[in-house]
C-alpha cells in the first residue's frame, strides 16, 4: 500500500489504531481515587517526554543557538513556538505561569499521588543523566519505561517528519478525544482532590482540540509538503506513536488491576 500523501490520508490511514486508542477499556477502569493516582504516577511520564518531543521540534524549526541566526521556515517558527508558550508557560490556576508538567505533579499532590519517582527522575536528568539511567535509577513504573523510551526511540531518528507526526497524532490530535473521557469518568465524590487534575485535562481538551491540534497539523503539512518520502516517515511515527500508547494504556490499566489485588489482599489480612 502506497504511503499517505496528505494529512487527510494519513489520518484516515491510521484511523483503526485511532478507533482502538480511543475506545480503550482504560478510561471505564478509574473508577476510585486510588486508581486515578495508580494513573498518575505512570501517566506524569508521558507528560515529561511531551516535552521533549515539542522541544525537539523547536530545536529543529528554530534556531536555539548563540550566535542567534534568522532560519528559512518562518511559518513552523511560529508555529511551534506558540505551541511552546502554552505548553511551557500557561497561565496557572490562581494567578502566575506554569508548564503543563508542573501543573500535572501540583495535581498529583493534590491527589495524594505519589510523587517521589518522577522527582527522582527530573532531578537526575538535570544533573545530566541519561534517559535510560534516570528511568532505571529513579525506580520508574515498567509502563512509563517502556513509553518514555519508545518516544526517545523516535527522537533518536533525527526524523523532522517522523516527529512531528509523532507529536501531531500520537499526541495533540488524539489527545482531546482521550481527555473527554477520563474528565466524563471522573469520580465526582473526590472530596475536591482532583480538582487540579481535571482543571489540567480541561485545559487540554480546550487547548489542544482549539489551538494546538490545528497548528501543528499545519505544521506536519508544511513540513511534508509534496515529499513522498517525508510523509512515509510521517506515517511510520505516527504509526509507532499510536501503538505505544495503546501499549502504554493496556500496561497502565493492568497496574490498576494489580494494585487493585493488592489493595484486597492487604484489607483483608488488616481484618484476619
Given at each position: 500500500?502506497?504511503?499517505?500523501?496528505?494529512?487527510?490520508?494519513?489520518?484516515?490511514?491510521?484511523?483503526?489504531?485511532?478507533?482502538?486508542?480511543?475506545?480503550?477499556?482504560?478510561?471505564?477502569?478509574?473508577?476510585?481515587?486510588?486508581?486515578?493516582?495508580?494513573?498518575?504516577?505512570?501517566?506524569?511520564?508521558?507528560?515529561?517526554?511531551?516535552?521533549?518531543?515539542?522541544?525537539?521540534?523547536?530545536?529543529?524549526?528554530?534556531?536555539?543557538?548563540?550566535?542567534?541566526?534568522?532560519?528559512?521556515?518562518?511559518?513552523?517558527?511560529?508555529?511551534?513556538?506558540?505551541?511552546?508558550?502554552?505548553?511551557?508557560?500557561?497561565?496557572?490556576?490562581?494567578?502566575?505561569?506554569?508548564?503543563?508538567?508542573?501543573?500535572?505533579?501540583?495535581?498529583?499532590?493534590?491527589?495524594?499521588?505519589?510523587?517521589?519517582?518522577?522527582?527522582?527522575?527530573?532531578?537526575?536528568?538535570?544533573?545530566?543523566?541519561?534517559?535510560?539511567?534516570?528511568?532505571?535509577?529513579?525506580?520508574?513504573?515498567?509502563?512509563?519505561?517502556?513509553?518514555?523510551?519508545?518516544?526517545?526511540?523516535?527522537?533518536?531518528?533525527?526524523?523532522?517528519?517522523?516527529?512531528?507526526?509523532?507529536?501531531?497524532?500520537?499526541?495533540?490530535?488524539?489527545?482531546?478525544?482521550?481527555?473527554?473521557?477520563?474528565?466524563?469518568?471522573?469520580?465526582?465524590?473526590?472530596?475536591?482532590?482532583?480538582?487540579?487534575?481535571?482543571?489540567?485535562?480541561?485545559?487540554?481538551?480546550?487547548?489542544?482540540?482549539?489551538?494546538?491540534?490545528?497548528?501543528?497539523?499545519?505544521?506536519?503539512?508544511?513540513?511534508?509538503?509534496?515529499?513522498?518520502?517525508?510523509?512515509?516517515?510521517?506515517?511510520?511515527?505516527?504509526?509507532?506513536?499510536?501503538?505505544?500508547?495503546?501499549?502504554?494504556?493496556?500496561?497502565?490499566?493492568?497496574?490498576?488491576?494489580?494494585?487493585?489485588?493488592?489493595?484486597?489482599?492487604?484489607?483483608?489480612a488488616a481484618r484476619s
Open positions: 500500500m502506497p504511503a499517505p500523501r496528505t494529512y487527510d490520508a494519513l489520518e484516515s490511514s491510521l484511523a483503526p489504531l485511532r478507533a482502538e486508542l480511543v475506545a480503550h477499556p482504560l478510561y471505564g477502569s478509574l473508577a476510585t481515587l486510588d486508581d486515578v493516582r495508580c494513573f498518575q504516577e505512570r501517566h506524569v511520564f508521558a507528560v515529561w517526554d511531551f516535552m521533549s518531543l515539542l522541544k525537539s521540534l523547536q530545536r529543529a524549526v528554530t534556531c536555539v543557538d548563540v550566535p542567534w541566526t534568522p532560519r528559512a521556515d518562518r511559518l513552523s517558527a511560529r508555529l511551534i513556538n506558540e505551541i511552546v508558550l502554552g505548553e511551557e508557560s500557561d497561565d496557572a490556576p490562581g494567578g502566575g505561569y506554569t508548564s503543563h508538567f508542573e501543573l500535572y505533579r501540583a495535581a498529583m499532590e493534590e491527589a495524594g499521588a505519589d510523587t517521589r519517582r518522577v522527582d527522582a527522575f527530573v532531578g537526575r536528568i538535570r544533573l545530566g543523566a541519561t534517559v535510560e539511567d534516570a528511568l532505571e535509577r529513579a525506580e520508574t513504573p515498567l509502563a512509563a519505561r517502556r513509553f518514555v523510551l519508545d518516544t526517545f526511540a523516535t527522537l533518536r531518528t533525527h526524523s523532522l517528519p517522523r516527529i512531528a507526526a509523532a507529536f501531531t497524532l500520537g499526541r495533540e490530535d488524539v489527545i482531546p478525544d482521550m481527555f473527554v473521557r477520563l474528565v466524563d469518568d471522573l469520580s465526582r465524590d473526590s472530596g475536591g482532590r482532583l480538582a487540579l487534575f481535571r482543571e489540567y485535562l480541561e485545559r487540554h481538551i480546550h487547548l489542544d482540540g482549539e489551538r494546538h491540534g490545528p497548528m501543528a497539523k499545519r505544521l506536519l503539512e508544511h513540513v511534508c509538503g509534496d515529499d513522498e518520502h517525508a510523509w512515509s516517515e510521517a506515517h511510520a511515527g505516527a504509526r509507532d506513536a499510536l501503538r505505544s500508547r495503546i501499549q502504554f494504556w493496556t500496561d497502565v490499566r493492568a497496574a490498576l488491576s494489580s494494585n487493585a489485588v493488592n489493595s484486597t489482599t492487604t484489607v483483608a
